[in-house]
């Protein structure tokens, strides 16, 4: 079975700080994707990073960046700089490259704190 | 750049009714998948439409159907509510070549 652990409820961070956000999956597919994505109290799912799993670099985008350990199947993310915009649940995705369905994680809701 | 776009925004249902949930893709995709999203928890896969067809399916009953038309647009159906059906319903949208899905404001159901 394909799942995805996210074993922090809640994490809060001082503005301005860095915050790392963990990430666990399951599976037995070489050839997948994964993802952070940032659901802020309107609700509409915003993609924060993408992973390739095939690539070894760690993807980052601004103030973004992600920790991908494949063998570990470990996905983190990490946010510097943290703004107050940043406050959100955060949920991590899995896609396999054959499919078409994200399995997701259940969130981590990131405080920001002034 | 027209992204995802659903309606309506909010929807109060009682049991036993059937309820019909829209979805516009981001423009230029031509896949749209659909998730339920329960209070607390990560969104669940229902079904994705591609060339007009279900292409693959969730662990959802048969009451939950859905439709694309020739714009690519999506409804999601849902008979015979039940309480459970409560949750925020997902529209996502893609390139069938690509794998990333782009996600819309979703719509509020309310089953009382």
């Known amino acids: 079975a394909q799942t995805v652990t996210q074993s922090q409820p809640e994490m809060s961070v001082q503005e301005a700080e860095t915050v790392t956000l963990s990430c666990t999956y399951d599976?037995?597919?070489?050839?997948?994707?994964l993802f952070w994505y940032k659901q802020p109290p309107s609700r509409q799912m915003i993609l924060v990073i993408r992973?390739?799993?095939?690539?070894?670099q760690n993807a980052t985008e601004n103030r973004f960046s992600v920790n991908f350990q494949k063998a570990a199947k470990s996905f983190s993310l990490k946010i510097s700089d943290s703004q107050l915009g940043d406050a959100a649940m955060y949920f991590c995705a899995y896609k396999v490259r054959e499919a078409n369905n994200l399995f997701f994680g259940t969130g981590t809701r990131l405080t920001v704190i002034p | 750049d027209a992204g995802v776009t659903q309606s309506p925004t909010h929807l109060i249902k009682t049991r036993g009714q059937q309820v019909t949930l829209r979805c516009s893709p981001k423009?230029?995709?031509?896949?749209v998948s659909w998730y339920q999203q329960a209070l607390g928890q990560g969104p669940q896969f229902i079904f994705q439409?591609?060339?007009?067809?279900?292409?693959q399916r969730g662990n959802f009953p048969d009451r939950f159907s859905g439709h694309q038309f020739p714009n690519y647009s999506s409804e999601l159906n849902v008979n015979a509510l039940l309480l459970g059906d409560s949750a925020l319903y997902l529209c996502?949208?893609?390139?069938?070549?690509?794998?990333?899905?782009?996600f819309g404001p979703g719509t509020r159901l309310t089953v009382l």
């Open positions: 996502a949208s893609s390139l069938a070549l690509q794998y990333t899905q782009y």
């Open positions: 599976t037995s597919e070489s050839d997948y994707y």
């Open positions: 992973q390739e799993a095939y690539k070894q």
């Open positions: 439409y591609y060339e007009e067809e279900e292409r």
């Open positions: 423009s230029g995709h031509d896949t």
